[in-house]
């Protein structure tokens, strides 16, 4: 996160970002892609994004068309899964076709395809940023410079099971890993609470790893990539994040099937009743509460910040940036259409439709969206105080390096101090100073 997941705490200073100096395609004066002055033509154009399975999408779009009989724009949609949605855009992006025009890219994605001249760049003269959250508009710059405009944000809260933890005398939520273990305990001597597990958080061979490792590690208070750019998984506190995912699945406090199922597997089964806590996107907040049979848990579950060892977790900044393509025809219109989905109302009533999270700050204090979304409150802090994946032009290989770590850890196939070792290694190369 609606473009499904998703694929998209501690401190707003403790940024894990990587150093981009001597990138490839990079011109030294700090510039990449196209000039805004590049943004020319008018006519139809493309929308390219991840499966919109709510409907709203092309809602918005038909609403675009209507007003723009001259300038339609088509939804070209692809995979669930980030990681080949970000291949087949690079795909287009490497043969300089002009098939794509709007990319609806995951925030660690902009500089990546910002370096490579994929992207052009945006005139934040003529796209209001001041009302946006200045957390996610950091997401769509690179190098002080625009590319891209944040349209939805993310950050990962704890869905947990408020009836079960009433029944079992638990009037609040967790805020530490022990309180977490010690409600479990108590709701599992529950008649209705048998055969649920306690905890999920995604720990499968993809994107969502990265994403557990960044929060892990980062609520214990270390980073994948300290402040100062260079790698730090040789530290105790990533080796308490890691071990933090490793026992909890080895333990039995997560499901066997957590090393295998995606963030919609995980959606499945907390809607199921399986789960006491997980840990989630805002976008299942509306669907688990539909009363439609779909959910087993509608109106049963509330959200509360993620935990971590001593207090209060960190949650992951994910979201999705919407940016124009340098090989694309009818600029013009694609920023247009950039500035309509990233509007006010447009993401209040995307927000309206899909629980998914907005940029603009205004709506997480409008009183008719926290009646429907009490949630928004806690969302908005999460975000603010996110920390986000490394920010690379390695991207790919980076994700890759810290995936293969965290799942060899946790299935058993290598010891934690291994694998963070590793990946040390791994880390150091990808980042190096070319």
């Not at 700090?30 to 943004?39: F, I, Q």
């Amino acid at each position: 996160m609606r473009r499904i997941p998703r694929i998209g705490g501690a401190v707003v200073g403790a940024v894990l970002a990587l150093s981009l100096a001597g990138c490839g395609g990079d011109d030294g004066d700090g510039s990449s892609g196209t000039s805004a002055a590049d943004l020319q033509g008018r006519g139809p154009i493309t929308f390219v994004t991840g499966k919109d399975r709510s409907g709203n999408l092309q809602k918005q779009v038909d609403g675009w068309n209507a007003e723009h009989p001259d300038e339609k724009v088509r939804i070209i949609e692809l995979p669930d899964e980030p990681n080949e949605q970000r291949q087949q855009m690079i795909q287009n992006a490497t043969t300089k076709s002009d098939a794509y025009t709007v990319l609806n890219l995951d925030v660690v994605w902009t500089a990546e395809f910002a370096a490579n001249r994929w992207l052009t760049e945006l005139p934040e003269d003529k796209i209001d940023l001041s009302r946006m959250l200045p957390a996610t508009i950091k997401t769509g710059q690179y190098r002080d410079r625009l590319y891209a405009v944040p349209s939805t944000s993310d950050a990962g809260m704890l869905y947990y099971r408020e009836d079960l933890l009433e029944k079992a005398g638990i009037s609040e939520p967790p805020k530490t890993y022990q309180q977490m273990w010690d409600a479990c305990e108590k709701v599992e001597d529950l008649d209705e609470a048998k055969d649920i597990d306690c905890f999920f958080t995604e720990v499968n061979k993809s994107e969502s790893m990265t994403i557990s490792m960044v929060e892990a590690v980062g609520s214990a208070g270390g980073a994948l990539i300290g402040p100062d750019g260079e790698p730090a998984v040789n530290t105790p506190q990533a080796k308490q994040g890691l071990e933090f995912l490793v026992k909890a699945y080895a333990d039995g406090r997560m499901p066997k099937s957590a090393i295998t199922l995606d963030t919609e597997g995980g959606r499945r089964y907390f809607q199921d009743g399986k789960l006491v806590f997980q840990r989630q996107w805002p976008y299942q907040y509306s669907l688990a509460n539909e009363d439609d049979g779909s959910s087993k848990v509608a109106g049963k579950f509330a959200v509360a910040p993620l935990p971590g060892p001593d207090g209060p977790g960190v949650s992951n900044l994910g979201g999705h940036n919407l940016a124009v393509s340098a090989f694309a025809k009818n600029k013009a219109t694609g920023l247009d259409f950039i500035r309509y989905l990233t509007g006010a109302q447009a993401q209040r009533d995307n927000l309206l439709a899909t629980s998914q999270a907005p940029t603009i700050a205004a709506l997480y204090d409008d009183p008719e969206l926290v009646k429907k979304f009490p949630y928004l409150p806690v969302l908005k802090s999460a975000i603010e105080n996110a920390t986000p994946r490394p920010v690379a032009v390695k991207y790919g290989d980076v994700t890759a390096a810290i995936q293969e770590a965290g799942y060899s850890a946790v299935t058993g196939d290598a010891p934690v101090d291994k694998a963070l070792a590793d990946l040390q290694g791994k880390l150091e190369t990808l980042t190096a100073r070319q």
